[in-house]
């Protein structure tokens, strides 16, 4: 079983908005940091954000600080990615993660993750 389901995913044009969700599903991930990851066709998952275990903390990649927020309540096993001002190269699925035991922005450095939504801007 998936530990993580990603929604809302769909078809944006750029300059658009879209929440992406994060649920965790059959476990609890109650008070560990969670974060969002994306990947590009042809191209290699690449961090996005992530938020401390107790919330209060978030990281951003820098290109994407001032666009993309993550907020959520780890006591009730959700995480949300708002992301604003899209643009085409924002097209990519989107990977939520978990539990990280070491550099938030090393993919490999996370123990859980979801299947991806997909998110499609289009110019």
């Known amino acids: 079983q998936v530990p993580l389901v990603e929604s809302g995913g769909r078809l944006v044009q750029a300059g658009g908005s879209l929440r992406l969700s994060c649920a965790a599903s059959g476990r609890t991930f109650a008070n560990v940091p969670m974060g969002w990851f994306r990947q590009a066709p042809g191209k290699e998952r690449e961090f996005v954000a992530a938020m401390s275990s107790n919330g209060q903390s978030t990281y951003y990649a820098d290109s994407l600080k001032g666009r993309f927020t993550i907020f959520g309540d780890n006591t009730e096993n959700t995480v949300y990615l708002q992301m604003n001002g899209l643009k085409s190269e924002d097209t990519a699925v989107y990977y939520c993660?978990?539990?990280?035991?070491?550099?938030?922005?090393?993919?490999?450095?996370?123990?859980?993750w979801g299947k991806g939504t997909l998110v499609t801007v289009s110019q």
């Open positions: 993660a978990a539990d990280p035991d070491g550099d938030y922005q090393d993919s490999h450095s996370w123990d859980y």
